[in-house]
């Protein structure tokens, strides 16, 4: 592993995580390039952040359960490949069900470099502390869809509520929110503004 960057629970006491890019369950349907065990990499500065992250997280009741960190370029390249293969209809009603693979790169849910491969973004939802269930956040990782947007419309109150929480425990710890994604935050001081790594997750 490269300097500066570690596994996420090993610096974060009491994180949760499924690293749906290591497994299948994720929109290719497949364990994706680089992604060699199921835990999530970050920087040290994104596990500091994450710790203050999990502290405020807590006084709403909530913990805070990863989906992903550091991903390597050759995942986002083996994005890129897999929308330019025919569909198979295998992930598209769960993941993408009002557009096509040849469309995520112009909406942004996908890109041909991500602030993913430079350590200080993360994927993440909220989990109730007292039961250990997800919280009910309007739609899963990765549905790619008008839905996830901040803002949307068509999600409950309660679902708005915890999409809020998560936005003003991330703000509050030094994290911007993404517009098309209501899980994904990056690291406003992040270490490595400008370098796009290609190391396994391993």
């Known amino acids: 592993?490269?300097?500066?960057?570690?596994?996420?629970?090993?610096?974060?006491?009491?994180?949760?995580?499924?690293?749906?890019?290591?497994?299948?369950?994720?929109?290719?349907?497949r364990p994706v390039d680089g992604y060699l065990v199921d835990r999530?990499?970050?920087?040290?500065?994104?596990?500091?952040?994450?710790?203050?992250?999990?502290?405020?997280a807590a006084?709403?009741?909530?913990?805070?359960?990863?989906?992903?960190?550091?991903?390597?370029?050759?995942?986002?390249?083996c994005f890129l490949r897999?929308?330019?293969?025919?569909?198979?209809?295998?992930?598209?009603?769960?993941?993408?069900?009002?557009?096509?693979?040849?469309?995520?790169?112009?909406?942004?849910?996908?890109?041909?470099k991500s602030g993913h491969s430079r350590g200080g973004t993360v994927d993440l939802t909220l989990?109730?502390?007292?039961t250990g269930e997800p919280a009910a956040m309007g739609g899963d990782h990765d549905l790619m869809d008008p839905i996830s947007h901040h803002g949307a419309e068509g999600i409950t109150r309660a679902e708005d509520r915890n999409r809020r929480h998560l936005r003003s425990v991330m703000e509050s710890c030094g994290f911007r929110p993404y517009d098309c994604e209501w899980w994904h935050y990056t690291l406003e001081d992040e270490p490595f503004p400008d370098t796009y790594f290609d190391f396994p997750v391993g």
């Not at 999530?40 to 952040?49: I, N, P, Q, S």
């Not at 989990?127 to 007292?130: E, K, N, Q, S, V």
């Open 40 to 56: 999530v990499v970050g920087t040290r500065a994104l596990c500091a952040a994450l710790v203050s992250a999990a502290e405020k």
């Open 82 to 112: 897999w929308t330019e293969l025919p569909e198979d209809g295998r992930t598209k009603r769960r993941h993408y069900p009002n557009i096509s693979r040849s469309e995520m790169l112009a909406r942004g849910y996908i890109a041909a």
């Open 127 to 130: 989990y109730h502390l007292g």
């Open 1 to 29: 592993m490269k300097d500066e960057f570690v596994f996420v629970d090993e610096f974060v006491p009491g994180i949760r995580w499924d690293a749906k890019y290591a497994t299948g369950d994720n929109f290719t349907g």
């Open 59 to 77: 006084s709403y009741g909530f913990g805070l359960l990863l989906w992903d960190g550091y991903r390597p370029q050759r995942a986002v390249d």
